[in-house]
């Protein structure tokens, strides 16, 4: 089928066009240079920018994908989860051209729609089930055991405080970068202050930040759970003692060291469930997935550990239309019928509702 997804959850505008499992177009508008300056995203402000991108990108990704409006099978949307204002200027969106067009609507779950960018990579051998899905935004860190993308997802374990990608955003603030903070943080880590007035790559062991959730008392009871609240409290600990002490502080350390401590964690568990329930599989999604050493890492431990690891292409990994397209394109494919009309933006949307409102709920 050929699927048009309309993405507004956050500060991105995304249109993609996908035809079955290929990607013809995946068009991005985003207001993110409109909240920086606020150091996160206005709410307020990306509902508007959203109403006014919308247009220009639909018009844009019909453009590129080398289609016509008339020729569209269906049109996904994201119903949830994200920022309500946000979130409803896409609804109201994709309902208005799913009647005008007399074509069948597809509200999906953004969450499962970033696990749902993997079935894009044309490079990639044909997914797998079942999968262990570890999901890294600005808004979520989750471990998922994936047995049908389409139907059955399991939440094993999630952070119980900010996501990685907030963890990010934050140190980068603390650090004096520019929001969003994860490819700042990359960028220091790679070639960052020395703190003596020179520049150079910072040493990931340089200082060893704590791992949250992994002692084995936590290890117990959350094994599959995340917490980078206490790590964000011991990094701007650090830099203030040092300040206060009139040590030099080099941000490329400080950045390096940081991210082993996130990414250190996040892999480490996954692969944890990986072996626990047998699964040598793993799928990674989300905007955090962009970042470097996160990858670089999990794929040379997950390597040692028997684990074939799955990696959108980056320009998939943020928010974009073309996954919440693909989502819907999968759902077709495996019989699934289109949602009801009976739905709003749901800014709290679990992951394991795939679709809302669909017809076999
Ligand atoms: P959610 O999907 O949970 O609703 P979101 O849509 O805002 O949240 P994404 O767009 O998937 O999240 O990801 C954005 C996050 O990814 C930001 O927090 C940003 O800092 C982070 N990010 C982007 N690039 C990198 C990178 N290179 N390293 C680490 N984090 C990164
Ligand atoms: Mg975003
Ligand atoms: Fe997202």
């Known amino acids: 089928p050929l699927v048009l997804g309309i993405e507004t959850s956050c500060d991105e505008t995304g249109i993609g066009i996908v035809r079955g499992r290929t990607l013809l177009s995946n068009t991005i508008a985003s207001s993110m240079d409109e909240h920086a300056r606020y150091g996160g995203v206005v709410p307020e402000v990306a509902a508007r920018a959203h109403l006014e991108a919308l247009q220009p990108t639909i018009e844009a990704a019909l453009a590129e994908a080398q289609v016509e409006l008339a020729d569209i099978d269906a049109v996904a949307v994201t119903s949830g989860p994200g920022l309500a204002g946000a979130l409803m200027v896409g609804v109201g969106a994709a309902k208005a051209l799913a009647v005008a067009l007399d074509k069948p609507l597809y509200a999906v779950n953004h969450l499962v729609g970033h696990i749902a960018a993997d079935l894009l990579d044309a490079d990639a051998p044909p997914l797998e089930y079942p999968t262990i899905a570890l999901l890294v935004s600005g808004g979520h860190t989750s471990l998922l055991l994936v047995r ?54 910072g040493d990931p062991n340089a200082i060893r930040f704590p791992r949250g959730l992994s002692r084995a008392s936590d290890m117990a009871e959350h094994r599959y759970d995340f917490s980078f609240s206490g790590l964000k409290t011991a990094v701007a600990r650090w830099v203030e003692q040092q300040d206060a002490a009139g040590n030099p502080v080099s941000t490329a350390d400080v950045a390096a060291s940081f991210r082993e401590a996130v990414v250190d964690v996040l892999v480490t568990k996954a692969l944890a469930a990986c072996a626990d329930f047998g699964v040598p599989r793993l799928l990674l999604g989300g905007g955090v997935i962009a970042n470097r050493r996160l990858r670089e890492v999990a794929l040379e431990r997950a390597a040692a550990a028997g684990v074939t690891v799955r990696i959108p292409p980056l320009s998939l990994c943020t928010d974009n239309g073309a996954m919440i397209a693909a989502l819907a394109s999968e759902l077709i494919m495996a019989g699934h019928g289109p949602s009801t009309m009976a739905f709003g933006a749901d800014s709290t949307l679990p992951i394991t509702d795939i679709q809302v409102a669909g017809e076999a709920q």
Do not use: C, M, N, Q
Request: hydrophobic share 35%; aromatic share 4%.
């Open 148 to 201: 049908d993308l389409t139907g059955d997802v399991d939440l094993l374990g999630e952070t119980v405080d900010d996501a990685a990608g907030e963890a990010f955003d934050k140190i980068a603030r603390i650090l004096g970068l520019p929001y969003p903070g994860g490819p700042e943080i990359d960028r220091a880590a790679a070639s960052g202050s020395d703190g003596l007035g020179g520049t150079r790559a």
